[in-house]
Every structure is written in structure tokens, then in C-alpha cells.
């Protein structure tokens, strides 16, 4: 029998925040962390750079192989988190794939301004793969407005990814610690 696992998910725009605050909160409530970008740059390195389509193509593979290790650390009765640009399409791959599981997901949500968004997207170096010359002219008007949570059950809280800039004291991804981590003391005993 499975033991109750919780499941973690940041989303948000492209440079909102996200990964470095799952960094964070990985660290501080001693959970594994798994990004999208990640596998999405291992996978560049073993299968090559292409285009904006082979890029998208990546970006699905990426999306079912993050949810793929976190049901397997689900399957060992371990939470996690992973962060990502997740969409409101996703849902059904959560759905499917954690089907049956005892899982209790949480989800937070990373905003910034759109100015602020394009200039930390500019001022980062990513894999090549990620054709980021080709997206950055896009990104301000899609950081225009925020993500739409995932139709899933499960606590939702919003983050100022504005934030993450300051160095590791930011009252607000402090209070989502504490949040997060009263949470999931109830999830492992529920």
C-alpha cells in the first residue's frame, strides 16, 4: 500500500520566480525539487537543438517525464515538488497519472509585473535549446497575465516573485514556508 504523498506544483510565467522559489522551499521543508527545465536541457543535450516546434516537442516530453519521476516518488510514499510553466491542459496528465494515488496536491502560483518579468528573461543565460531570442519579443505581452491555477483539489497560495530577489530573508516566500510546512505534516498523517 502507498503511504500519502503530497505533490508541490509552482507555476507560473516564464521568469516569475518559480524555480528559484521551489529551490527554496525544497530546502527549507526537505522535499526533492524537480524543474521542467531540467529534463528539458538534458534532453537538448542528448537529442539536439532544433526549432520552435522541436523546442515545444521538448517542452511536452519534459512536462510527462517531470510527472513521471513524481509518481515514482509518490509510488515510494515521498513528496515532492515541480515547478514549471504549467497550463490549464496539463490537468488531465495529472489526472491520469496520479489516478488512484493517495496524493494531495498544493499548488503556488509566482507573479511579477511584465517589465520586471522581461527583464530578469533578459538578463538570464539559458541552454541554447530554448531559443530564448526567439521568445523574449512575446514574453512581456504573455506575462501580461497570470497563470490560471490547475483544476486540481488541494490548497492554492499566490507568490510576489519579486521577491526572490532579495536574498533569502523575503517575508513572503518566509510566510509560504511556514504555510507549506503545516501543511504537509497533515498530509503525511491524514
Known amino acids: 500500500m502507498v503511504s500519502r504523498f503530497a505533490l508541490v506544483i509552482i507555476l507560473g510565467n516564464p521568469a516569475s520566480g518559480k524555480t528559484r522559489l521551489a529551490q527554496r522551499l525544497a530546502a527549507a521543508l526537505k522535499l526533492p525539487h524537480f524543474d521542467k527545465d531540467d529534463i528539458k536541457e538534458a534532453l537538448f543535450d542528448a537529442l539536439g537543438c532544433g526549432d520552435r516546434a522541436w523546442s ?8 510527462h517525464a517531470l510527472l513521471h519521476v513524481a509518481r515514482t516518488q509518490g509510488l515510494a510514499g515521498l513528496s515532492s515538488i515541480v515547478d514549471g510553466n504549467w497550463r490549464p491542459e496539463h490537468r488531465p496528465l495529472f489526472e491520469r497519472l496520479f489516478e488512484g494515488l493517495p496524493v494531495d496536491f498544493a499548488q503556488v502560483r509566482c507573479e511579477v509585473s511584465p517589465a520586471l518579468a522581461a527583464e530578469r528573461f533578459a538578463a538570464r ?11 523574449g519579443p512575446q514574453l512581456e505581452r504573455a506575462a501580461a497575465s497570470a ?22 530573508s523575503a517575508a513572503a516566500a518566509l510566510d509560504l514556508e511556514t504555510r507549506l510546512g503545516a501543511w504537509l505534516p497533515r498530509v503525511a498523517t491524514a
Not at 56 to 62: G, H, V
Request: proline share 10%.
Open 56 to 63: 515545444a516537442d521538448m517542452s511536452r516530453a519534459s512536462f
Open 125 to 135: 543565460r539559458r541552454h541554447p535549446g530554448h531559443l530564448d531570442a526567439l521568445v
Open 147 to 168: 497563470p490560471e491555477f490547475l483544476e486540481l483539489p488541494g490548497p492554492r497560495w499566490t507568490h510576489d516573485g519579486a521577491h526572490a530577489a532579495i536574498a533569502g
